[in-house]
């Protein structure tokens, strides 16, 4: 156990649809990354938060938003929702030492797996 | 730009040693982490290299040259229960990891 939890851990859901994913970091962690990972596909990056300020984007579509709150758990939305939106979405975290850079481990919760039907 | 290349697919024996690939650009280079992942499941941490050598953890080591932009991962007596991808990221001087996208491997009895 990571330390780290997502809700829901399933989602199915319709084309046009939005959603919500949640996910709170590790005790103590400033820094949270959502990861999309399509069927056996690699890890997307999609972005991070360090203490509640974007850090940094990576292939996230215009549909999609993110926020990190005070209390530092974090928020993935989805809207407009199509097919090839399904996936498992990843959150992890990270002490996130010296701002949020990078050097420090990311530890992944157990993921949300999204099915648009 | 920054690509991390790593083998798609290997198989190896139960019992034997297998060693996993990473190559990556060196410019701005900051560290190198290891994660396992099984399938439908969440990655792991395995290591971090940051200075050159070998880090040896139990059954599984990882290695790093930084001047040549490589690193690879060695598993020992391979169990069934390795059967999984392994993700080589690095960290360069920016907020993201970049991420390979993994080596499929594949235990055989």
């Known amino acids: 156990d990571s330390g780290v939890t997502q809700t829901p851990k399933h989602l199915i859901t319709a084309t046009g649809q939005r959603v919500t994913l949640r996910c709170s970091p590790r005790?103590?962690?400033?820094?949270v990354y959502w990861y999309q990972q399509s069927l056996d596909q690699g890890l997307q990056f999609l972005i991070h938060?360090?203490?509640?300020?974007?850090?940094a984007k990576g292939n996230i579509l215009e549909r999609f938003s993110a926020q990190q709150f005070p209390d530092l758990h974090s928020e993935l939305n989805l809207s407009s929702l199509e097919l090839g939106d399904s996936a498992l979405y990843f959150c992890?975290?990270?002490?996130?030492?010296?701002?949020?850079?990078?050097?420090?481990?990311?530890?992944f919760g157990p993921g949300t797996r999204l099915t648009v039907l | 730009g920054q690509n991390i290349d790593q083998p798609t697919e290997m198989t190896a024996t139960e019992g034997a040693i297998v060693q996993i690939n990473c190559t990556y650009q060196?410019?701005?280079?900051?560290?190198l982490f290891w994660y396992q992942q099984h399938a439908g499941e969440a990655p792991t941490f395995l290591s971090y290299?940051?200075l050159d050598g070998l880090e040896e953890k139990g059954r599984f080591s990882s290695f790093l040259s930084r001047s040549k932009g490589y690193s690879y991962l060695l598993l020992k007596e391979l169990q069934m229960k390795d059967s999984a991808s392994y993700l080589c990221?690095?960290?360069?001087?920016?907020?993201?990891?970049?991420w390979g996208a993994g080596t499929k491997l594949i235990i055989k009895p």
């Open positions: 992890a975290s990270s002490v996130g030492a010296s701002g949020g850079r990078t050097t420090d481990t990311q530890y």
């Open positions: 005790s103590g962690d400033l820094s």
């Open positions: 938060y360090y203490n509640g300020e974007e850090r």
């Open positions: 060196t410019s701005g280079f900051n560290g």
């Open positions: 290299n940051v």
């Open positions: 990221a690095v960290s360069y001087s920016n907020y993201q990891l970049i």
